[in-house]
């Protein structure tokens, strides 16, 4: 088990340039999240996967946002014509749902700092 | 999914007991309790998780009261390697989906 994994782990750009950021889950995996969390505050919620179909979208996740899971593996999340308020750590957390039992927990990876100057 | 309430923060010393409280009185009886910490810089690292009996693992215990609308989460010997912010949320038991994430407790353990 080698954990969640996030690339990059640290992202400068600049006002109204693309980024992309990729997760990769932990094996086997069939639900895939992303998170945003500003200083001083929570994860919030952004979308999540099971498998490849995205299952919920958060207001949040305005249309310069999107999110994939083309082969139900790793995840990319793409933000367009970044903004200075898009400054945050998106995180990426996986889990494994089971038929009937317990929730699925979810497990987080280290997060992607983005800076917009 | 139910809220939950923490205190923003609390101190320990080092050695001593971490018991950090939170209230879920809003609880619904197919919702867990989940427990995570997040040290300065990093992805939240999950800690225990329980429905209505009291858990422990090798990192913490987890006490629910009776009625369920509170727990501690339990450590029972704080290292200075323990200071971090502490979250406690409520999920649902089948199909939970995302998890909502308050402000939590952030517990300073001092030497």
């Known amino acids: 088990d080698t954990g969640v994994s996030q690339d990059p782990r640290h992202k400068i750009t600049k006002r109204g340039q693309n980024v992309t950021f990729r997760c990769d889950p932990i094996s086997e995996h069939n639900r895939l999240y992303w998170y945003r969390q500003t200083l001083g505050q929570g994860p919030e919620f952004l979308t999540y996967?099971?498998?490849?179909?995205?299952?919920?979208k958060s207001r949040l996740l305005s249309d310069r946002f999107s999110a994939e899971r083309p082969k139900g593996s790793f995840s990319t999340l793409e933000i367009q014509r970044t903004e200075q308020g898009d400054s945050a750590m998106y995180l990426c957390?996986?889990?494994?749902?089971?038929?009937?039992?317990?929730?699925?927990?979810?497990?987080f990876g280290p997060g992607t700092r983005l800076t917009v100057l | 999914d139910a809220k939950t309430t923490q205190p923003p923060s609390m101190d320990c010393a080092e050695g001593r007991a971490a018991n950090l409280p939170c209230n879920h009185s809003?609880?619904?009886?197919?919702?867990?309790v989940y427990w995570y910490r997040q040290i300065h810089s990093q992805g939240p690292q999950y800690i225990i998780h329980?429905?209505?009996n009291n858990e422990t693992n090798e990192m913490a215990s987890l006490i629910i009261t009776e009625d369920r609308k509170s727990s501690t989460l339990i450590l029972p010997h704080a290292t200075l390697r323990d200071t971090a912010v502490y979250y406690c949320i409520v999920r649902a038991r089948t199909n939970a989906g995302k998890s909502t994430f308050g402000d939590g407790t952030t517990l300073t353990v001092k030497p």
């Open positions: 996967f099971q498998n490849e179909a995205q299952l919920e």
């Open positions: 329980g429905l209505k």
């Open positions: 957390a996986s889990s494994l749902l089971h038929v009937a039992g317990d929730p699925d927990t979810q497990y």
């Open positions: 809003t609880i619904s009886g197919n919702e867990y």
